[in-house]
């Protein structure tokens, strides 16, 4: 404790480049361990610091304090922490101690080397459920939506090679608020369709487990459904894309599918990371919650798509998810009787009891 | 009262004659003053018989403007001098004006003549970067109207440069991609366009559309290419099984290895009948030969499990058109094929199937056609025709 209350005196008091990066890099080590950063989180100033430095001109210092805070904010109590810090900042003063604000401006500007470190904090800062709103407030208070993702979907915005893949967790992260999602599926504007073709991107799981992640969330509001379903959304192509794999339909099938599921070659390969499945799984399922959805689902032929997916599929809960959703799917709207499943009230001791039966079936082998 | 008097009494002196004498003086004054002018030719004047075309020219009364390269009368010259010329005017100034003339022919829907225009003030290369923008994106229209997308998409990429924020441009650019069909470029721009205007409807629709042609264009190559690899799958089948039943044919350029257009049939008749298959048989286009009559018969499809005899049967059960003798009948003919080298010929057992005569060692499939020869047997003909091999 005291030696590092010693290097918190010589981070605020020496200007000596080697003294502080040797300091810096002290700490750095330290967050490599949880015992380390609980220590850490006791040093409300030696946190402080560290936003500071990440606003240092010499990059081995912001990039050294960047990669420090990233080890930070990984532990919720250290996101909460540099949060309650964020919100305490006075808005005028530099350089700040509002990290979402400093991580932003570093992201958004183009030729920063900080741009991908940034985009990791801010991961780490908007995982926790219970922090989102309070972080949305911040975000909004020096930028918007729409430049956010204007820089995450222009190619190579980035000028130093920075990728900015590590937005897409965010969104996926924020897309858990009922307020920005407004903003994603805005009708008047181009929001999710720009994200959309990121179920596909091949360079980068980071981005297209958080633009599923984002699709996921939005699939939550059923008022949406039939709007993300229409052809000039056509969110159910982007989610049975990566499903399909190079099997071959007759005409008359493929007719059926979404254009962009039509006479795939023989060398199409399905989503390899079976938890990017199984959120592409659970956004169909969320779609079945609504008839108008259901129809949609049945009418493009999901079925055949689903079908040869779980002849393919080996992981357990992909499995279960996929039988899931045909199980609803072969059901005739009559038989199902509902136009909104959501809205049924299942008791709670039943609840319990099909979720005891879902982790069986996962855990035999 | 005296005065008047006086007047009236002076009026009245004037005579007829009197008048008369002061008009010929006048005349002879008149005369005298012409007289004494230089003597001077009428030059300049318009000759009579080209005074409309002259008047035409004459920027008072001309009805149309001059086309390019047109001769122009001094004065509208003169008046082209004042407003184009380099020595009277900055190059802002020329770019201004030609700008103000693209202008007011675009208005006039006088697109080539605009881009006329538009095109000498570009050529000023003036400083402000502002009007450069503008004449660019002002010709980017012009080639618009003429449906000249590429050259229009080259002018609004040219605007952007002068002046990047340049939202006219950057969307009339995107529409530009549309037309020439590059989906992905017109997205992009649409993108760049709703970023600084995102809830614009024209662009949104348009983003939508390119969107939805994209993907009708890259399902439709997906189609085809499958289609082209089945096409090549079943070709290549076609050629394994032909060479695993042992046929020779006759192969094109003296080549070491069978292709496709070796099985090309080379008469028009069959041309488009190729040898296929059905399920794992061969279908073959025939051609049978009649030397004597000199006539020739098709058959289109001739399964490889088909007896020669039923086929034969199957085409002298009536007689045919020229054989007004009757002389061809199943009982009554014979068979041949013509050997390998072509020196010499030899008779098909009627009995077999098309598949087993073709495996004949001597047998060769020239034009992807197997082809026979009929005559009547013991006959004068076939005795000749047989002489000959």
Known sequence: MEALEEISKYLKSDNRFDVILLALNEVLRLTATADGRELLLKLPEMLKQLVVYLQDSRASISSCAAQTLINITGDESGASAMLIISESDVAIQEPSLNLIKVCLRAVMDKSSTLADLCCMILSNMTRPFHLVDRIITLIEQNYSWDEIVAAFTTKQYNTTGDKLHYLGPVFSNLSQSPHVRRYLMDQDRCIIQRLLPFTEYSESIIRRGGIVGTLKNCTFDTKNHEWLLRPEVDLLSYLLLPLAGPEEFDDEDNDKLPINLQYLPKTKTRESDPDIRLMLLEALNQLCATKVAREILREKNTYIILRELHKWEKDKSCLLACENIVDILIKTEEEIGLDNLKEVKVPSEYTEKFRKIDEDFISNT | ?389
């Open chain 2, 1 to 389: 009262m005296q005065r008047t008097g006086e007047v009236n009494e002076e009026k009245k002196t004037w005579t007829e004659e009197e008048r008369l004498e002061l008009a010929a003086k006048l005349d002879a004054e008149l005369d005298e003053y012409i007289n004494s002018l230089e003597k001077k030719s009428y030059t300049e004047g318009w000759p009579e018989d080209r005074w409309q075309e002259e008047m035409e020219k004459h920027p008072f009364f001309m009805k149309k403007a001059p086309e390019p390269g047109e001769e122009l009368s001094p004065l509208m010259e003169g008046l082209q001098k004042l407003k184009y010329g380099e020595d009277e005017n900055t190059p802002e100034e020329l770019a201004t004006n030609y700008k103000e003339d693209g202008n007011f022919n675009y208005k006039y829907k006088k697109y080539r003549l605009a881009i006329l225009s538009y095109t000498e003030g570009i050529r000023t290369k003036c400083k402000d970067n502002d009007l450069m923008a503008q004449l660019h994106n002002n010709r980017a229209a012009a080639h618009f109207m003429l449906q000249n997308y590429r050259s229009c998409l080259n002018d609004c990429k040219l605007a952007l440069k002068f002046k990047p924020e340049y939202p006219k441009a950057l969307s009339r650019a995107a529409t530009c991609c549309f037309h020439i069909k590059d989906y992905t470029q017109c997205i992009d721009l649409c993108e760049q366009f709703l970023n600084n205007n995102p809830n614009d409807k024209r662009i949104l629709k348009l983003r939508a559309d390119a969107v939805l042609a994209q993907k009708s264009l890259q399902r439709d190559k997906r189609k085809q290419e499958r289609t082209e690899k089945k096409l090549e799958k079943e070709e290549e089948k076609l050629l394994e099984i032909i060479l695993r039943r042992g046929i020779t044919l006759e192969l094109m350029n003296a080549k070491q290895k069978l292709e496709l257009n070796d099985l090309e049939p080379q008469l028009p008749q069959i041309a488009l009948c190729k040898v296929h298959l059905e399920g794992d048989k061969l279908v073959w286009p025939v051609m049978f030969l009649y030397p004597e009559a000199q006539q020739t018969d098709f058959v289109q499809n001739f399964h490889e499990d088909t007896l020669l005899i039923d086929q034969l049967i199957e085409m002298f059960e009536k007689p045919l058109d020229w054989d007004v003798k009757h002389r061809y009948t199943v009982n009554n003919i014979n068979i041949y094929f013509e050997g390998k080298n072509k020196c010499s010929v030899h008779t098909v057992d009627v009995q077999l199937t098309l598949g087993e005569i073709l495996r004949d060692k001597q047998f060769v499939v020239r034009g992807g056609t197997p082809a026979f020869l009929i005559l009547v047997k013991s006959s004068e003909a076939e005795e000749r025709f047989l002489a000959n091999y």
